[in-house]
């Protein structure tokens, strides 16, 4: 599985946009570039998933480079209820998710 | 829908003892994930199913953990006994699509919280 790098640590404030990147270098061709959110006491969310260009749900869009290289989860204007740990995987088919220690978002008022 | 049910919560006990945790995946999820999360690091994968069958149980430390999925639904992580270093939480996943293909897409539940003291 390709293995990914993300920032320790973000911290923002209410109302602004928040943009995570994620580096995997070694991505493959069939891999999927998915995000999972995980507050307190709680088991890891999927936020979105791509494959490459951009891609937009209800909570956040997901853009990749042509190269695939790397990846970009943007929030729009976060809220204090953002505050999380954002995972950034790669990989495809049914295995088992690698996780990374993520990346821990805090949103101040 | 219903999401991925996990029992207990919480869990304390002592070093060398036995414990269970419980988990129903989502209706319909042929595969199922346990991982453990210890404090301040991500989930490590510990085993998958598919249906009732092992998949991959590379990283489950077989001489004192182990898990079952008899009929294909719910399933069983087991450890006997347990160490200090064991203390963490268990979280279950499922996913409805089945081996190939690029996308898998996990939902895990809220995970069982274990103390061994």
């Known amino acids: 599985l390709a293995k990914t790098t993300q920032p320790i640590s973000m911290d923002s404030y209410e109302g602004q946009e928040v943009n995570i990147t994620c580096s995997h270098n070694?991505?493959?061709?069939?891999?999927?570039i998915t995000w999972y959110q995980q507050f307190p006491s709680q088991g890891p969310r999927f936020i979105i998933q791509?494959?490459?260009t951009k891609v937009t749900n209800e909570v956040a869009s997901l853009f990749i480079p042509a190269d695939r290289k790397s990846s970009t989860l943007s929030l729009p204007r976060v809220s204090l209820s953002d505050t999380a740990v954002y995972y950034c995987l790669v990989g495809g088919g049914a295995d088992g998710l690698t996780f990374g220690k993520g990346t821990h978002l805090i949103i101040q008022p | 829908e219903a999401g991925v049910a996990q029992s207990p919560r919480y869990k304390i006990i002592e070093k060398r003892q036995s414990v269970a945790f419980w988990c129903n995946p989502i209706s319909g999820h042929a595969t199922l994930y346990w991982y453990q999360q210890i404090l301040g690091q991500g989930p490590k994968l510990l085993i998958q199913f598919q249906n009732n069958g092992v998949v991959d149980d590379s990283q489950l430390p077989k001489d004192r953990f182990s898990a079952e999925r008899l009929k294909g639904v719910d399933s069983t992580l087991k450890i006997q006994p347990a160490k200090l270093e064991d203390s963490a939480v268990y979280l279950c996943?499922?996913?409805?699509?089945?081996?190939?293909?690029?996308?898998?897409?996990?939902?895990f539940g809220a995970g069982t919280r274990l103390s061994v003291l």
């Open positions: 070694n991505i493959a061709t069939n891999d999927y």
């Open positions: 996943a499922s996913s409805s699509r089945p081996g190939g293909g690029g996308k898998n897409i996990q939902y």
């Open positions: 791509g494959y490459k």
